[in-house]
């Protein structure tokens, strides 16, 4: 079935470099994109989302760009804390008569070193 | 604002035997999901819910696992009889209503181990 990855299993950066975890989706149809944050023992929590009619959105140190032409998604994090430390989440939703149903991909852990 | 709650924290059970989770979402939540989330994998979704009825359970292995949201408030999902593959993470989550537009806000989840 359709499904969403990443690149890179693990990332390790210092504290004060700017982050990019990458992320690949299959689905054509997905119009609907959301990066997610885990931190060990909580469930995922809305860092950033984007749709398919935009290429770039920014938040508060964050930045999602959408590149659909070859179906790829990062999330950049500018001047990464310790506490950035986490597994983070691509999530598609397909549209159309998905309700809001949301495919996740792998995971990305982020260790930010002091 | 309280968050989606859930219980019990950790189960620890045998295969063949049964467990049930509990899930309360944000006061006002429509909407309410079931995920699981096996080690080092994405959440997968379950079983979804608009009040007290089934939106989507496609992914919902049903001859062991049933969920119910009675009274479109709180939820219970179920497993009989567990398997190993079953060791899992179990993720609630709440919107205010179905659609994309809707973010989720996810509990801590339940961590269970089948032995």
């Known amino acids: 079935g359709e499904s969403v990855g990443l690149h890179l299993p693990t990332l390790s950066v210092q504290e004060g470099d700017n982050s990019i975890i990458n992320c690949a989706y299959s689905n054509s149809a997905s119009d609907y994109f959301i990066w997610y944050k885990q931190e060990s023992g909580k469930g995922p929590q809305f860092i950033i989302d984007?749709?398919?009619?935009?290429d770039k959105r920014q938040g508060q140190r964050v930045t999602v760009l959408l590149n659909k032409t070859v179906k790829h998604l990062s999330l950049q994090i500018a001047a990464t804390q310790p506490g950035d430390s986490a597994v983070y989440f691509c999530a598609e939703n397909a549209g159309g008569t998905s309700y809001g149903k949301l495919t996740f991909g792998q995971g990305t852990i982020l260790t930010v070193h002091p | 604002e309280a968050g989606v709650a859930q219980s019990p924290r950790y189960k620890i059970i045998e295969k063949r035997q049964s467990v049930a989770f509990w899930c309360n979402p944000i006061s006002g939540h429509a909407t309410l999901y079931w995920y699981q989330q096996i080690l080092g994998q994405g959440p997968k979704l379950l079983i979804q819910f608009q009040n007290n009825g089934v939106v989507d359970d496609s992914q919902l292995p049903k001859d062991r696992f049933s969920a119910e949201r009675l009274k479109g408030v709180d939820s219970t999902l179920k497993i009989q009889p567990a398997k190993l593959e079953d060791s899992a993470v179990y993720l609630c989550?709440?919107?205010?209503?179905?659609?994309?537009?809707?973010?989720?806000?996810f509990g801590p989840g339940t961590r269970l181990t089948v032995l």
């Open positions: 989550a709440s919107s205010q209503r179905t659609g994309p537009n809707s973010e989720q806000f």
């Open positions: 984007i749709r398919s009619n935009m």
